[in-house]
């Protein structure tokens, strides 16, 4: 963008504050712009057939959400939903969809975007199909270390519910309840209330690979 044009933007953005818990935006819903996260993690989940969530990515620091929709011109296919206190701005569509049209870099920046959207979307669906419910479980505890760090007492930062974890993982919450609790004895956790710690890295990474 230019200078011009990110003054545009910058003039009409609206900085919103969402508690953790609340939404940002639901599935099916009409969206009048887009969302860029400037604080916090948002669930980003679907619902299928049978009424349970299943939460396709976590979106932090740097992520927009909604602009699929937005450009698409279609309801939301994802609910976004706060897991940690948030701040985001909003960014309306007429000001997204005017910079399209005038702007063939930004549009190229912004296929780019969705494409590699599409390609994460790729990877669950392949994890999924290939992986046992376990290796899933293993790698979401990998993934949330990596990506979200631990406390001083090596607690993973970002604190999920069980419900949660199962819906990443796309598993029953007993499902998942039971395997956090088989990992606790085999010595691959710690636990402590909902807070979960990783205590043998390199065990867990193995569990993560099916060996």
């Not at 969705?114 to 669906?125: C, P, S, T």
């Amino acid at each position: 963008m230019s200078k011009a044009e990110l003054k545009k933007v910058s003039d009409t953005k609206i900085t919103k504050f969402v508690k953790k818990g609340e939404a940002i935006f639901s599935e099916g819903e009409k969206l009048n712009g887009v969302y860029c996260v400037r604080d916090g993690v948002s669930k980003l989940s679907k619902l299928s057939p049978n009424g349970k969530d299943q939460i396709v990515k976590l979106a932090t620091q740097g992520a927009v959400l909604g602009q699929r929709s937005v450009i698409a011109q279609e309801t939301s296919n994802l609910s976004a939903v706060a897991v940690k206190d948030m701040e985001v701005c909003f960014i309306p569509k007429d000001i997204i969809e005017e910079t399209l049209s005038s702007n063939p870099d930004f549009a190229v920046e912004v296929l780019r975007h969705m494409a590699h959207d599409l390609k994460e979307a790729d990877d669950v669906i392949v994890n999924m199909s290939q992986k046992t419910v376990k290796q899933r479980v293993a790698e979401a505890f990998i993934y949330l270390r990596d990506n979200f760090g631990e406390d001083k007492e090596g607690y993973l930062s970002l604190t999920l519910s069980r419900e949660d974890i199962a819906n990443v993982v796309g598993t029953a919450t007993e499902s998942a309840i039971r395997i956090i609790s088989d990992f606790k004895k085999l010595g691959l956790i710690k636990t402590s209330g909902k807070m979960i710690g990783i205590y043998d890295e390199k065990r867990l990474i193995e569990m993560a690979k099916g060996h």
